[in-house]
């Protein structure tokens, strides 16, 4: 009958490891790590992996009796009384199949491999249900929930809509006739439509300014000339009087006064007017 040790310490746990190699692989077969722990609990004497208590590793826990067992392994492969062909797996040298094991109870059968119940695929999340309320020139139109979206409520609907739906994939309704992306995507009609959208406005807009153009010409041309800029040049002042720059009557004789001569000046409030050189009043 095995005595399970108190302590964890990794020396005390050396016999129980030996004694269950020796019970489980007399002949020095390979042993795993499971059925070591697996012959442990099957002892009468054993108390329980809870009587040693458990930690915390990469956040999962782990009881530490399991943990001594793994060093006091380690401990005997070092001294050379097992050998480990492979990770996991123990066995019994040539040296310590010749020494007497402790006395250990009739060996306990493998313990089965745990049976693999099939997990059930994880199912892709429902795609949520799509409300459109659609704006026309009769008021606002309500769509009933659909699981898809229907490109057709798009086309059905005005050119804004179609373009914000373009707008609104990755390519930002880029559309070429030589991507094989577009040639792929539902939405490549509305990004035509939207692109055509795009074109009328321009076109529009550059008719529009071009109209305007014509207009402002053809009123330009329609309108009379319009009269020269009376010339604000100030006559010139002449020694005896000022010089007449075009042709005018005397205010005394009434005589014409030739452009270009000299003649007498008097401002309005003084009787004014434009008179002979000879016909100036005193």
Not at 55 to 81: D, Q, W
Not at 132 to 154: C, R
Request: glycine share 8%.
């Amino acid at each position: 009958m095995i005595q399970f040790p108190t302590t964890h310490n990794a020396d005390a746990w050396k016999p129980v490891v030996i004694a269950a190699i020796t019970d489980l692989a007399p002949t020095g077969a390979e042993v795993r790590f499971t059925n070591v722990i697996a012959w442990c609990e099957a002892q009468s004497t054993f108390p329980g992996w809870d009587t040693w208590g458990s930690k915390m590793k990469r956040g999962k826990p782990y009881f530490v009796g399991h943990r001594a067992i793994t060093l006091a392994a380690g401990k005997l492969k070092a001294e050379g009384s097992i050998r480990s062909p492979r990770r996991g797996y123990y066995a019994l040298t040539t040296s310590s199949m010749d020494i007497a094991a402790p006395v250990a109870a009739p060996a306990a059968p493998e313990a089965p491999m745990p049976v693999q119940t099939p997990t059930e695929p994880v199912k892709a999340p429902e795609a949520r249900p799509v409300r459109l309320n659609v704006v026309t020139a009769d008021g606002v139109q309500f769509t009933p929930e659909s699981s898809a979206t229907n490109s057709a409520a798009y086309i059905g609907a005005d050119a804004g809509l179609r373009r914000m739906a373009a707008e609104q994939t990755r390519c930002f309704g880029a559309w070429s006739s030589r991507s094989d992306q577009c040639g792929t995507c539902p939405l490549a009609g509305l990004c035509q439509q939207a692109g055509m959208t795009d074109f009328a406005e321009i076109a529009a807009a550059l008719d529009a300014a071009t109209a305007a153009e014509i207009t402002a010409a053809e009123a330009k041309v329609a309108a009379p000339p319009a009269p020269p800029a009376r010339d604000q040049t100030p006559i010139p002042v002449a020694a005896n009087g000022v010089t007449v720059p075009f042709a005018c009557p005397c205010h005394d004789c009434g005589k014409t006064i030739p452009a270009g001569t000299v003649a007498h000046y008097r401002p309005a409030e003084a009787g004014g007017g434009v008179f002979h050189m000879g016909c100036a009043p005193a």
